[in-house]
């Protein structure tokens, strides 16, 4: 039964990826600086923003209620670059493209459906939070200068149960790559 509701959060993950995410949210927009952190209202999610080795990204996981990574689940990071990583294994294991390191950090503010966030200073790198099949979810994309979605790139969701890897076809349509159920 898991892995049936896993596979439905999936579907309307993807679907509800065009209509959710980009640079026109109604909610608020929180610029983060490197190491801070948001946690996902009604949910386990942390996202924060992260640099190592000249590589500045945006990583979401899911976490304790001591904020710390729980055994089992997934990280997935969108970097300034495009590059989109998942990661297993408290970083010890890549699952879908390369790696960057993983740092503890603490909350900064609680985002909500229809919030949004990027790194600051980076305008390429939006993740905005949704309400999916009535799970709080976070999706991270790369963007253009005008808001749009970059073709033939990568992007991810994370919920409490599901992380997805997608990609931005050359047409501007999004394509599943890969799903990952969380323990969360």
Not at 52 to 65: E, F, H, K, M, P
Not at 74 to 101: M, N, P, Q
Not at 113 to 124: R, S, W, Y
Request: with cysteine; glycine share 14%.
């Amino acid at each position: 039964m898991r892995k049936a509701g896993a596979l439905l959060l999936v579907v309307a993950v993807a679907g509800a990826l065009a209509s959710s995410a980009g640079a026109n949210s109604a909610g608020k927009y929180y610029a983060l600086r490197v190491h801070e952190t948001l946690r996902l209202a009604g949910s386990n999610v942390l996202c924060g923003a992260g640099s190592t080795a000249g590589l500045t990204y945006i990583d979401c996981g899911i976490v304790n209620s001591a904020g710390k990574e729980l055994a089992g689940s997934y990280v997935s990071l969108l970097a300034k670059s495009g590059r989109t990583t998942v990661i297993a294994d408290g970083g010890k294991k890549i699952l879908f493209d390369k790696t960057a390191g993983l740092m503890e950090r603490s909350v900064r503010n609680v985002l909500h459906a229809g919030d949004a966030f990027g790194i600051a200073g980076v305008a390429t790198v939006y993740c905005s939070a949704a309400s999916v099949q009535g799970r709080p979810t976070v999706f991270c994309d790369l963007v253009d200068t005008k808001g749009g979605f970059v073709h033939d790139s990568y992007a991810f969701g994370i919920s409490d149960t599901v992380l997805t890897a997608l990609m931005w076809d050359a047409k501007g349509h999004s394509k599943l790559l890969k799903s990952w159920p969380e323990n969360g």
